[in-house]
């Protein structure tokens, strides 16, 4: 019987020793060369880039402080933009009753899912400031032993609309003396695409009003109602306030004026 060796052996008659000059070898290498390349595989297209939809938090004075006494520093999804920082004041509109009713309710609503143990202080929180600047509104709801709610947001969508905020309440808190003023909010933070500072707390009794001379937006005037003040302005003027302290005129309530220092304690 014939093995299977023998007839494969027998399929290649090529020599144990192949000549790579000789002419079997070059007619293989003709052979291969004249052959059509198969076509290449397509490519794959590359994947598109995964667009990242990026939430931007701040954490400047205003958002530690508020860490530290238990606070939290809420900023929603970016939905405005610089059209309705255009429309800021440098002094608020005034403010009907039932306006600044409906401005502290929507921030009392919008804090009511992020209290993280407020919810009983929030609830019971009265409305101190409530103002209009341009297309933005800012709330500042104030309750017992120095808690306080801030909302600051923009209005210029029906739906949707960004604000940031404040929630929480200094330990130890003590009521300002008649001249002076106890901060709850001083820093920077970013909503609608932009940046912002703010400024707010509690003034003693004798304290009817309040001006910040800022270096970009002139004399911006703050709200004072209720014993409390409020104040914003575009821009990141006061990211380090905790630090170095914010000046502002005060006006008494004999007419007289003088100027406090607003930083944290």
Same mark, same amino acid.
């Given at each position: 019987m014939t093995s299977t060796d023998t007839i494969l052996r027998s399929l290649d008659p090529a020599a144990a020793?192949?000549?790579?000059?000789?002419?079997?070898?070059?007619?293989?290498l003709a052979r291969i060369l004249a052959a059509p390349a198969a076509p290449a595989s397509p490519a794959a297209a590359p994947a598109p880039p995964r667009r990242r939809r990026v939430r931007r938090l701040v954490l400047t004075a205003a958002a530690v402080a508020a860490a530290a006494v238990g606070a939290s520093v809420l900023v929603p999804s970016l939905t405005g933009?610089?059209?309705?920082?255009?429309?800021?004041?440098?002094?608020?509109?005034?403010?009907?009753?039932?306006?600044?009713?409906e401005i502290a309710d929507a921030c009392r609503d919008a804090q009511?899912?992020?209290?993280?143990g407020f919810e009983a202080d929030l609830a019971a929180a009265t409305a101190a400031v409530a103002e209009r600047?341009?297309?933005?509104?800012?709330?500042?709801?104030?309750?017992?032993?120095?808690f306080s709610a801030l909302c600051?947001?923009?209005?210029?969508?029906?739906?949707?609309r960004d604000w940031i905020g404040m929630i929480g309440g200094p330990g130890g808190y003590t009521?300002?003396?008649?001249?002076?003023?106890?901060?709850?909010?001083?820093?920077t933070g970013t909503v609608g695409g932009g940046e912002l500072s703010v400024a707010a707390g509690a003034v003693g009794s004798d304290v009817?009003?309040?001006?910040?001379?800022?270096?970009?937006?002139?004399? &911006? =005037?703050? +709200?004072? /109602?209720?014993g409390h003040f409020a104040f914003w302005l575009p821009g990141d003027e006061l990211e380090n306030a905790s630090g170095d302290g914010v000046? &502002? =005129?005060? +006006?008494? /309530?004999?007419?007289t004026t003088g100027t406090l220092t607003l930083r944290f304690g």
């Open positions: 020793d192949v000549d790579p000059h000789g002419p079997r070898a070059r007619a293989d933009g610089d059209r309705a920082f255009a429309t800021w004041t440098a002094t608020p509109s005034a403010v009907s009753a039932g306006a600044s009713e009511r899912d992020g209290a993280g600047r341009g297309d933005w509104s800012l709330a500042l709801l104030a309750g017992d032993d120095g600051i947001t923009d209005e210029s969508t029906p739906l949707f009521a300002p003396e008649p001249r002076s003023a106890f901060v709850w909010t001083l820093g009817t009003g309040m001006t910040y001379d800022s270096a970009e937006h002139g004399v &911006v =005037t703050a +709200t004072v /109602a209720a000046p &502002v =005129t005060v +006006t008494y /309530a004999d007419g």
